[in-house]
C-alpha cells in the first residue's frame, strides 16, 4: 500500500510518509510556528526523537512537553563510538548501530508498537541514517520489497540538497572531504545494512527476536504500520 502523505508542514526538512502509519523526518526544530501547529493537526500518537542528548541540549525539541513527545536513550557507547570514528560509508554506520545499538533500536520500534492509536512520527537530525534505518527496519517487517525500502532511503537525498550545502559552507574544504561520503544517500547503503542482518543472523526479524522483540510483536508492528492514516 502507498502511504498518503498530506503536505509537509511549513519548515519541515525532509518529511514523508513512508508506511500508511509511520512517517519519517527532519529535525522538526526547523519547523515555523504554522509548521509546528501543521504537524500538531496530523494528530499523531506519539512524535519519537532519535537524537541523543547532545543535540537536543543544543538545539532544543519544539514539542518537549507534549504528550505525543518522546525523547529516547541516546544511542552512543564506547563500541558504537570507536566503529562510528571508523565508517567510512552510512552502511557501515548504520551497521555499527545494529551490531552496537540493538537495545536501543527494540525500544524505538516498541516506542512504536507500543504507541496509541494514530500514526507515529520519527526523527532525528536530518532524517537520514537514524531514521532511515528504523524505517528500513519498519519496512521489512510490513513486507515491503527491499528496492522500495532502497528507493525510500535514496529520496533523502534531493531533500537534503540545502541543508548539506549549509553544512559544507561551515567546514573547510579538507574538512568537508572526510564528510562527504557520509553526506551522499545511496540506496546501495541501506541494501547492505539489511544484508548484513541476513548474513549475521539469517534475517531482521531473528536479529530483533534476538534482542527482545518477539515474533508475535514483530507481528502486531507489522500490522500497526500497514494502519492508515486516520483523517486530517
Keep these: 500500500m502507498t502511504p498518503r502523505t498530506p503536505p509537509a508542514p511549513d519548515g519541515a526538512l525532509n518529511h514523508r510518509s513512508c508506511l500508511p502509519g509511520l512517517t519519517r523526518s527532519g529535525n ?5 510556528p504554522a509548521g509546528q501547529q501543521q504537524l500538531l493537526a496530523l494528530n499523531f500518537s506519539r512524535l519519537i526523537d532519535l537524537r541523543n542528548r547532545t543535540e537536543r541540549t543544543v538545539d532544543p525539541p519544539p514539542f518537549l512537553g507534549h504528550p505525543a ?3 529516547l536513550l541516546p544511542w552512543r557507547n564506547r563500541p558504537f563510538n570507536e566503529a562510528t570514528a571508523a565508517a567510512r560509508s552510512n552502511a557501515d554506520h548504520m551497521t555499527a548501530m545494529l551490531d552496537h545499538a ?3 533500536i527494540v525500544t524505538v520500534l516498541g516506542a512504536i508498537l507500543d504507541a496509541p492509536p494514530g500514526p507515529v512520527l520519527i526523527h532525528c537530525h536530518a532524517g537520514k541514517d537514524r ?3 528504523i524505517a528500513a527496519l519498519c519496512s521489512d517487517l510490513a513486507g515491503q520489497s527491499r528496492d522500495r525500502t532502497a528507493a525510500d532511503y535514496a529520496a533523502s537525498g534531493p531533500q537534503l540538497t540545502a541543508f548539506y550545502a549549509g553544512v559544507q559552507a561551515r567546514h573547510t574544504p579538507e574538512r568537508w572531504a572526510t564528510l562527504a561520503p557520509l553526506a551522499a544517500t545511496h540506496p546501495g547503503d541501506i541494501l547492505r545494512t539489511l544484508d548484513h542482518l541476513d548474513r549475521a543472523w539469517g ?4 536479529y530483533l527476536c534476538a534482542h527482545g522483540l518477539t515474533e508475535a510483536e514483530q507481528d502486531a508492528l507489522a500490522r500497526r504500520l500497514h494502519t492508515p492514516f486516520p483523517p486530517a
Design 28 to 32: 522538526p526544530g526547523r519547523l515555523t
Design 69 to 71: 513527545y518522546l525523547p
Design 102 to 104: 540493538a537495545n536501543q
Design 131 to 133: 531514521t532511515g534505518l
Design 203 to 206: 534475517s531482521p526479524r531473528a
